[in-house]
């Protein structure tokens, strides 16, 4: 399917421009198509009028042309569109979180949309005494417990309203299963996005003396 370059999404639908894959290896080898990783960031192209609600009206969106974004590694449709890149059509729930400057609810670049958490998962000891501990074994070793460094405004209810997160950034958090969440790299850090529904308890802060 091809769309026409003046097709625009309909109802909470969104035209994504897929970021394109490195050609090169950091040592220079050239990388084939079919070896390059389909890469879960985008530029928003354009968005649909807003999700329908409940009484028949409409929200926009909480995205907005030329956004950049994470979105999830198996969302939307990919389409052909007259423009250069490759693009897929996604749903705004499929929006794992967009770029931005740091703000009262994220101390990092990015900005989780709806009922998502992005932490800075603690890592497991590299060594036990003198004894290095391996890689594969290090991820089983996980404690399933992290900093929150950004926090999304909640998830929507049937009627528009937001329901609120009971996280803050900057509070210890516990949270599960394992291999649950979606792994992402901003500036460098390797951090979490998990469902809010996933952290399962906040770690009190000792009071100051």
């Keep these: 399917m091809t769309l026409a370059k003046d097709t625009h999404p309909t109802q909470d639908r969104i035209l994504v421009r897929r970021k394109q894959a490195a050609d090169k290896t950091p ?7 079919i070896a390059k990783e389909k890469l879960i960031e985008g530029e928003v192209v354009a968005v649909g009028p807003g999700m329908v609600l409940e009484d028949g009206s409409s929200r926009t969106l909480d995205v907005k042309v030329g956004d ?3 979105f999830g590694k198996w969302s939307g449709t990919e389409i052909g569109f007259e423009e250069a890149g490759d693009h897929l ?3 705004e729930g499929d929006v794992i979180g967009v770029f931005g400057d740091p703000n009262e609810r994220s101390s990092i670049r990015f900005m989780p949309l709806g009922a ?3 932490l800075l998962p603690e890592e497991p000891p590299e060594k036990i005494g003198h004894i290095i501990i391996p890689d594969n074994a290090r991820e089983n070793m996980r404690s399933m417990k992290g900093t929150a460094v950004a926090v999304g405004l909640g998830m929507r209810t049937k009627d528009g309203k937001r329901w609120p997160i009971d996280v803050k950034v900057g509070d210890t958090v516990y949270y599960g299963p394992k291999f649950e969440g979606t792994s992402i790299e901003v500036d460098g850090q390797k ?4 469902r809010d529904d996933y952290v399962h308890a906040v770690e009190e802060k000792a009071s100051a003396s």
């Design 27 to 33: 040592g220079g080898i050239l990388i084939p198509d």
């Design 68 to 70: 950049k974004i994470f």
């Design 89 to 91: 059509i996604i749903r």
């Design 116 to 118: 998502r958490v992005v």
């Design 191 to 194: 951090l979490l996005v998990v």
